[in-house]
């Protein structure tokens, strides 16, 4: 019988981190909410989907078979959650001077391209919206006949008012609750309540809508929350064990979803709740309407391996925003460089000892596995190098935690020109190598620590090193250090 560790997530639905039972023993159902094809995904977005990689690797570390659906949104998204605003897709045609449908593929292709670059595996399905008209006709079909949905102004609209617990995730905050009135907000007076929303549109403000499917309700385009609840059933079926996406997705996407896809199968559909807090930059959250932003090729034209921005996110938790700069990208090169080279100057030696590689996978299963702690899986990767096992059994258990952490730890050491970044180590050309990775790796931890807001531990390991003769000094180019 296959081994399985067990695992805790938080669940916002309860909000608590919970022991993790999939509805089937050994299987699990997992959910993505896709991008929307209209421009580049920035490295905020990719946050998200890296960690539901991490997750969903885990989840198969861990012995589970895991079966993961992803959508893409090529219709229907329009600029605010809340069916207001231009509609995105459209925006990048008219930007481009281009159909919708070549912007979908073009962008589609971009998306993958930047998550191959970040090691992040395609999800076994992949659906575009576009491919499941006639599955979205079927479920408003269905909620209309419950007397879930109602026509108005000739288009067709879900009564949040029919359901006794809407706000299903509860305790939103103002902020969330916001999302859906941010931008100027024209109401839409069909709307017999304020979160009412729609299922599809045959009368819009865009009347020259590029892609229109004939329907019962008139020739239109579908609302963008229904494509989630089909897409999964389609593949899924009708009970999931865990939905993704970030936290901005909590409302109104993802408690619209919860809505008509509930109202539709009659029972609880998806059992966790899995949200990825948001990539910030200095000014606040990342958007793609800010201008010039954030993406995986500005970092690689700034001489940035990819990799280094997935080091990046796994060094703190999913679950607490994290804040991009430059500096602290660079602080990451530093740490990926030196942890690659200690690696890669393991000595070829002795034999794998499989008894003491499989205690340390599920070590790294019930570490990682508590509510997907990244930075404590880094961690132990640094406990292993520590360690006296041999060189031979160093590297493949290291190789075994790099099948969740993804990073290429065991491939070919880092040269000057593979990473960019300044290096400390130049600085120190005199200092026995071993003395300055152990440097290194302190530095690196204070610098998770305060990543983390451990502060306590973060001045802790300063006030060792400084009895070591260490003096630290945070530069803008990065943490240097020197004898004292
Ligand atoms: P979109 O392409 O806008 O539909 O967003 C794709 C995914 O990125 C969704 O799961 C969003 O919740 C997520 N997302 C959007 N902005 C950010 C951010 N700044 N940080 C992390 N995730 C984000
Ligand atoms: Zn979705």
């Known amino acids: 019988m296959r081994r399985m560790c067990s695992m805790k997530l938080y669940n916002s639905l ?40 991490v997750l969903e690797k885990l989840l198969r ?15 229907g998204h329009l600029s605010s959650d809340a069916d207001t605003g231009e509609d995105k897709m459209l925006k990048g045609a008219k930007r481009e001077h281009k159909t919708v449908m070549e912007i979908a593929k073009f962008y589609t292709d971009a998306f993958f391209a930047d998550c191959a670059k970040l090691n992040i595996k395609t999800p076994d399905v992949v659906e575009p919206a576009t491919n499941c008209i006639s599955e979205f006709i079927h479920m408003i079909e269905v909620l209309l006949e419950k007397g879930y949905a109602y026509k108005a102004g000739e288009n067709v ?21 916001m999302v859906g009135v941010r931008d100027d907000v024209t109401e839409d007076e069909n709307k017999r309540n304020k979160n009412d929303f729609v299922l599809w549109f045959t009368k819009s403000k865009f009347e020259d809508q590029a892609l229109k499917w004939d329907s019962p309700w008139g020739v239109g385009y579908p609302g963008w929350h229904i494509e989630c609840s089909c897409i999964s059933m389609k593949h899924l079926g009708e009970y999931m064990d865990i939905h993704c996406g970030g936290v901005d997705n909590i409302f109104p996407h993802h408690t619209n979803e919860i809505a008509q896809s509930e109202s539709y199968t009659g029972h609880k559909w998806c059992n966790y709740w899995f949200h990825v807090h948001h990539l910030n930059d200095e000014t606040g959250k990342m958007s793609k309407s ?31 925003p994290l804040v991009f700069s430059f500096e602290a990208l660079d602080q990451a090169v530093k740490t990926y460089k030196k942890l690659k080279n200690r690696i890669a100057s393991i000595p070829a030696e002795g034999e794998v000892d499989e008894a003491a590689k499989r205690e340390w996978h599920d070590k790294f299963a019930e570490v990682v596995g508590n509510d997907v702690n990244t930075a404590m899986g880094l961690t132990l990767v640094y406990d292993v190098l520590k360690s006296d096992l041999s060189g031979a059994t160093k590297r493949a258990v290291i190789d075994d935690f790099d099948y969740v952490l993804g990073l290429k730890l065991t491939e070919a050491a880092v040269t000057e020109s593979s990473v960019a970044g300044t290096d400390g180590t130049s600085d120190h050309a005199g200092e026995d190598p071993a003395f300055v990775a152990h440097v290194e790796e302190k530095i690196a931890e204070r610098a998770a620590a305060k990543k983390e807001k451990n502060f306590a531990l973060a001045d802790e390991i300063r006030a060792n090193l400084l009895e070591e003769g260490i003096v630290l000094e945070d530069t803008r180019e990065g943490v240097k250090w020197h004898r004292s």
Do not use: W
């Open 14 to 53: 309860t909000k608590r981190v919970e022991e993790f039972v999939p509805n089937e023993e050994g299987k699990v159902k997992m959910y993505t909410c896709g991008p929307t094809v209209y421009h580049f995904a920035h490295i905020g977005n990719l946050r998200s989907y890296l960690m539901e990689d």
């Open 61 to 75: 570390y861990s012995g589970y078979d895991v079966k993961r659906v992803m959508n893409i949104t090529d219709v």
């Open 157 to 177: 609209y879900f009564d949040t008012s029919k359901l006794d617990n809407y706000y299903v995730f509860g305790g939103q905050n103002e902020e969330d609750l």
């Open 290 to 320: 800010k201008g010039e932003f954030l993406t995986v090729s500005l970092l690689e034209e700034k001489g940035y391996d990819p990799l280094v921005y997935r080091m990046f996110t796994l060094q703190s938790h999913y679950r607490k």
